[in-house]
């Protein structure tokens, strides 16, 4: 499988090498619609298919069969979940109503302004978490010794 595997992958090389040596200069105004381009994009879209399909299956995998694994994935997935809904509470209110009135002509909605801030939120909220877990196990060592 391994040789397949490389094989495949110096096709798929050499095939990109000709592809842009194919390609057009970058002034020719219909660039974007060569033959040479289109290709690439379709190989392009081919192995980004293929690793999130081997990503994901291979992630299901692991999950199923180490035992204990699929009870913390959902902590997780429930945290998560616990986190964008106090997000969303945050990012709703005379606020979200204003920015959407203020930017009414460039098409903003209440609740385009409520998502956009509740991902904002999520962010800042997963900080400050991930900051607190790499700072407190290092402050405990620090001071019980």
Known sequence: ????IKIVLIIIGLLAT???FGMPSGDDPDAINSGSMNFMFIIMYLL??????ATVFFGLKKLLSTPGSLKKALFGIGGLAIVVAISYG???GA???AVAD?????GATESTVK????GLNVFFILTAVAVVLM???GLKKMFVK
Request: proline share 3%.
């Open 1 to 4: 499988m391994n040789k397949i």
């Open 18 to 20: 000709v592809l842009w």
């Open 135 to 137: 700072v407190f196990p």
């Open 90 to 92: 945050l990012s709703s």
């Open 48 to 53: 980004l298919a293929i690793a999130v399909i």
């Open 95 to 97: 606020e979200a109503k």
């Open 115 to 118: 998502n956009i801030g509740m």
């Open 102 to 106: 203020a930017m009414a002509d460039k």
